[in-house]
Every structure is written in structure tokens, then in C-alpha cells.
């Protein structure tokens, strides 16, 4: 299955609003590769997407839907009425033509912007800033939305798409629906070919190496793994293991952690 594109619009992205990203291709600053499997692939222009939105009270029309190689979500391109155009993340449902507002007093229409706080409990927001003025950080991959749950003491409580609770600041702003694109997670990539235009390389199974390659490497045919936890080429534990880490200070603003996947 692939997404239908039909509903975007058939034009080449905006020239002022695009960069040139370098593809260091899974290297660091050393050029070693510290991400295996990353390579090759078409070309891509960056879009240079805004998801502070802090442009107040100034009304923007929606001038095209467009498809973005770097996200799942589809983007806009939107036209304020001082004459500034920018790209913003496309709200599920967002046609051509439609007009929205970063405002305090905005209608809870979908793709309008507003400080949290005025987001009345049950609604679904997106590109939702953690604190004022960074930018929104939570609920930006096609699809995904933050529930609404409670205000309190000048913090929000949001239920993510993945069942997580967290708060966030209340003073934060957020954009009113849920994210296009959100088929998404229905598309079957059909052939290997089609990996490699996306710039992912092929991926040799630890089981078929040999064991000086492999803690899982060698035996006769198929055999099992032979360790007593998954591990990683290099023998590190995975599988299971937590990463974040015990101090970090948002811990706290994390009510509820994502249910684990049986």
C-alpha cells in the first residue's frame, strides 16, 4: 500500500525556503560510520519548516499542501496577509484555501495556534512546545496527536499518541488537530529497490555470520542464538535494556510511561 497523494499540490517547493543538507550517510565528525545501513539514495531538498509559529494575530491563507522527503507529515505553505510565507506542518483535513491564526483568541479550528491553557480538555493538538518559546517539539510525525487532559498550577497534562502522559508547560503554544499523513504507517515498501531509494542499505542477519563477526555467528545451519540475552554486534546487551537516563529532569513531567508492546 503507499499513501494517496492526491490531494497535494503539483508544485516545486519554494526556492527561499529550501537548503542543502549535506548527507553524511550514518558518519560523525570523524566520517566513521556510527550508524550502520544508512547510504545512497535520491536526492533531497530540506525544507525549512517553522514550528515556533509565533506570528501573532496576523491571519495566513493556505496556499499548497506539499509532500516533505525529510518527514512522514505532509507540510503547507502559507501566506499571511503581511506577505511572509512560511512552511508549516499540515494539520489533518487542512485544504488549500484554508485560513488560520496564532492567536490567544483564535477559534478552535483545526490548524489555528494557541498558548495551551486555552485549549479546552478533550481536544487534540500538535506541535506542541515543551516550554514558551521553544518551539513545538511534541506530536510532529504524521499522524500523531496529544490529548488534552487537565490544567493545573500552569501545567498541561497531555496524552500522547503512544498512551504516554506527560506535562508540558501551560504557557506553551500548540496547533489545534491532529497531523496529516496519518496512513503512514500502512505503507509496504513492496521491493528492496525501493529501500535503497530511501537511502537505507541492506542489513546481514547476525545469525548467518561468522562467530568472529557475531556473537550470534557460527554452528551448523540454523542454529539458536547461543547467549542468554539479545546483544548487539559488539556484545552489548539490548533488547529490553533502558536507555534514558534515571536523573534526567523532565522525569518528573512524565506521569504515565508508554504501555510496553507484548
Do not use: C
Not at 50 to 65: S, W
Not at 106 to 131: C, D, W
Not at 175 to 180: D, E, L, M, R, W
Not at 189 to 196: D, F, L, P, T, V
Amino acid at each position: 500500500m503507499t499513501v494517496d497523494y492526491s490531494g497535494l499540490s503539483n508544485v516545486k517547493p519554494l526556492k527561499s525556503l529550501t537548503a542543502k543538507i549535506l548527507d553524511s550517510a550514518g558518519r560523525n565528525n570523524r566520517g566513521r560510520i556510527t550508524v550502520r545501513h544508512q547510504g545512497g539514495g535520491n536526492k533531497k531538498t530540506y525544507r525549512l519548516v517553522d514550528f515556533l509559529q509565533d506570528k501573532l494575530d496576523v491571519p495566513a491563507k493556505v496556499e499548497t499542501i506539499e509532500y516533505d522527503p525529510y518527514r512522514t507529515a505532509f507540510i503547507a505553505l502559507i501566506l499571511y496577509k503581511d506577505g511572509e510565507r512560511r512552511y508549516i506542518l499540515a494539520a489533518k483535513d487542512l485544504k488549500v484555501g484554508d485560513e488560520i491564526l496564532t492567536s490567544n483568541s483564535a477559534p478552535l479550528k483545526t490548524g489555528n495556534r494557541m498558548q495551551l491553557k486555552n485549549v479546552p480538555i478533550g481536544y487534540f493538538v500538535h506541535n506542541v512546545e515543551m516550554r514558551k518559546g521553544s518551539g513545538g517539539k511534541i506530536a510532529r510525525s504524521a499522524g500523531s496527536y496529544a490529548e488534552v487532559l487537565a490544567h493545573e498550577s500552569g501545567l498541561t497534562d497531555l496524552k500522547l499518541s503512544s498512551k504516554e502522559i506527560r506535562r508540558v508547560s501551560s504557557e506553551g503554544l500548540a496547533s489545534i488537530g491532529q497531523v496529516s499523513n496519518p496512513d503512514y504507517n500502512l505503507i509496504n515498501i513492496g521491493k528492496a529497490g525501493r529501500s535503497r531509494w530511501l537511502g537505507i542499505r541492506p542489513t546481514v542477519r547476525g545469525s548467518v555470520m561468522n562467530p568472529v563477526d557475531h556473537p550470534y555467528g557460527g554452528g551448523e545451519g540454523r542454529q539458536p542464538r547461543g547467549t542468554k540475552r539479545p546483544k548487539t554486534r559488539w556484545g552489548k546487551v539490548t533488547g529490553g535494556r533502558k536507555t534514558r537516563n534515571k536523573k534526567k529532569w523532565s522525569n518528573k513531567l512524565i506521569l504515565q510511561r508508554r504501555p510496553k508492546i507484548r
